[in-house]
DNA sequence: CTCGACTCCTGTTAGC
DNA sequence: TGCTAACAGGAGTCGA
């Protein structure tokens, strides 16, 4: 599913967008319309409008114009891909399907210079928002401080779940929540406010390491708590202990019980 | 404010 | 073979 790496991937993938100016906005779909837009106010919005800059913050993609324009928000949900001017899809996604119907195009841009920008999304998760909110999430995991981090473990909370809080700290996914917590030697478990201060350094500097590397090797899935592991009755691939299954924070959760505490 | 429970979306897959 | 039910997780809402 996109993460923070998949997302960064997208936006360098989709950077020849900047100095490009839409022509028509396809937006099919209503239900991929968020924050009450409705179709003719992008329409309104963006036609005309040249992109000066693509950018990121967490999981949200954003498209800035020349002047005073306007906004542009991308999410993409769990199984939202770009295609970018008839190319093919820079990414195959774990748990989504492989095909890219011309059903599942939830919202384009046509470029007068004869490109397109699509968002082939199967499940619908992803979505559009003119001028969303930026600072209702916390600060990039790229560019997140160790001081930054400390202010986040204060509450009763697992530790996972205030990883996966895109208000804490923007970008964090369950499969690179998981892997973080997996290489700091921390049970995702545990209230956040119970973590010393070593756990919480070397979360941060999981993070650090985790996200350099992983994007390097092509995405959140390549991790060492990897999509083979994730499956009930695996092994722990540093010490042989069998994984632990469950769900924390709502969501599917993988550890160690061995070296995770 | 915090936090867990619940809801939404739908293609894929396991199991009968 | 064909069907059903469970599953996946990002994000928003609601109530205690």
């Excluded at 779909?29 to 309104?44: E, I, R, S, T």
């Excluded at 891909?81 to 774990?94: K, V, Y």
């Excluded at 205030?162 to 892997?179: K, P, S, T, W």
């Excluded at 722990?236 to 019980?257: F, N, Q, V, W």
């Amino acid at each position: 599913m996109p993460e923070i790496l998949e997302i960064e991937l997208y936006r360098r993938s989709i950077e020849p967008v900047v100095g490009r100016t839409i022509a028509e906005v396809h937006a099919p779909d209503p239900w991929f319309l968020k924050g009450g837009v409705v179709a003719a106010q992008l329409n309104d919005a963006l036609v005309g409008a040249e992109v000066s800059a693509l950018r990121r913050r967490g999981k949200l993609l954003l498209m800035d114009f020349v002047g005073d324009g306007p906004v542009l928000g991308l999410r993409f949900g769990m199984t939202g891909r770009p295609f970018l001017d008839d190319g093919g899809p820079l990414l195959e996604l774990e748990y989504s399907s492989r095909r890219a119907h011309a059903d599942w195009d939830r919202f384009a841009l046509q470029f007068s210079d004869g490109g397109s920008l699509r968002i082939n999304d199967p499940r619908r998760l992803g979505g559009v928002e003119l001028d969303p909110d930026e600072d209702a999430l916390g600060p990039d995991a790229f560019e997140l401080t160790l001081a930054r981090l400390r202010t986040v473990f204060h509450g009763a909370a697992p530790v996972k779940a205030v990883l996966l809080d895109q208000h804490r700290i923007a970008g964090l996914g369950n499969m690179l929540a998981d892997e973080v917590l997996y290489r700091a030697g921390v049970d995702p478990a545990r209230p956040a406010r119970s973590l010393d201060d070593s756990s919480v350094k070397a979360i941060h500097r999981a993070i650090r390491r985790v996200l350099p590397e992983l994007l390097e090797r092509g995405g959140s899935h390549a991790g060492r708590l990897a999509v083979g592991l994730r499956v009930p009755g695996a092994r722990c691939p540093k010490d042989g202990a069998e994984l632990l299954r469950r769900t924390i924070g709502g969501r599917t959760t993988y550890s160690c019980p061995a070296h995770q505490r």
